[in-house]
């Protein structure tokens, strides 16, 4: 958490940055899982994530979807889980070409809901994780960041880094009376690109 409290005492120090535009963005990044969602998932995860973003002023509102790939040595035997939500991002200036940012997330976190070809192949062989085809549930998190963007030819371009905790607690499929919640947390640090009129 060396980023969040750099980012915490820069913004501190630092001015808010008004702007608006609308921009998309796309960032990959490993995730740390924990609690019982930790216990079904071996390993780590691997985050992809697509953002399309509203600017306006000194915040920023942006809904994504992502996917979440296991990183372990077997990866097909793992469920990859899906999500999608909205940030709300509070943004404040470093240096010219420079911001950071404080962000709050709700989310919507899924395992696939169709059991993988080796329950049929293999029924002896049951995947980590396959306990949970099925479950969903919701999110919030929160998480800090940091961004550096230049002008080309008319746009804004650049960079972003992102440190990250999310929360869940993910339901049975209705209709199972007998399973109960699972909780679970992530944490991920994540990189990527982002361009559009500003952000």
Same mark, same amino acid.
């Given at each position: 958490?060396?980023?969040a409290?750099?980012l915490?005492?820069? &913004?501190? *120090?630092? $001015? #808010?940055?008004? @702007?608006?535009g609308?921009?998309?963005?796309?960032?990959?990044?490993?995730?740390?899982?924990?609690?019982? +969602?930790?216990?079904?998932l071996?390993?780590?995860?691997?985050?992809?994530?697509?953002a399309?973003? +509203?600017?306006?002023?000194?915040? /920023?509102l942006?809904?994504f979807? @992502?996917?979440? %790939?296991?990183?372990?040595? @077997?990866?097909?035997?793992?469920?990859?889980?899906?999500?999608?939500g909205?940030?709300?991002?509070?943004?404040?200036?470093? /240096?010219r070409?420079?911001?950071? !940012?404080?962000?709050?997330?709700?989310?919507? +976190? *899924?395992? #696939?809901t169709?059991?993988?070809?080796?329950?049929?192949?293999?029924?002896?062989?049951?995947? %980590? =994780? =396959?306990? !949970?085809?099925g479950? $969903?549930?919701? =999110?919030?998190?929160? =998480?800090?960041? &940091?961004?550096?963007?230049?002008?080309?030819?008319?746009?804004? &371009?650049?960079?972003?880094?992102?440190?990250?905790?999310?929360?869940?607690?993910l339901?049975?499929?209705?209709?199972?009376? !007998? /399973?109960?919640?699972?909780?679970?947390?992530?944490?991920?640090?994540?990189?990527? +690109?982002?361009?559009?009129?500003?952000?």
């Amino acid at each position: 958490m060396r980023l969040a409290c750099l980012l915490a005492v820069l &913004a501190i *120090a630092t $001015s #808010p940055v008004h @702007a608006d535009g609308v921009y998309v963005s796309g960032s990959v990044g490993p995730g740390a899982v924990r609690d019982q +969602l930790g216990g079904s998932l071996d390993g780590g995860t691997f985050r992809e994530r697509t953002a399309i973003g +509203l600017r306006f002023g000194n915040w /920023a509102l942006e809904p994504f979807f @992502a996917s979440e %790939s296991t990183t372990t040595p @077997a990866p097909w035997s793992e469920p990859t889980l899906t999500s999608y939500g909205i940030d709300l991002k509070r943004i404040f200036r470093i /240096a010219r070409h420079v911001s950071g !940012y404080v962000r709050g997330s709700m989310s919507h +976190l *899924a395992y #696939p809901t169709i059991e993988p070809p080796c329950y049929c192949l293999e029924p002896n062989f049951v995947p %980590s =994780g =396959g306990d !949970y085809y099925g479950y $969903s549930g919701r =999110g919030l998190g929160v =998480g800090v960041g &940091a961004q550096a963007s230049v002008t080309i030819l008319g746009m804004r &371009a650049g960079v972003f880094i992102d440190e990250g905790y999310d929360y869940y607690r993910l339901l049975p499929p209705s209709g199972d009376t !007998y /399973a109960t919640h699972v909780d679970g947390s992530i944490t991920r640090l994540t990189v990527g +690109l982002a361009v559009g009129t500003d952000f």
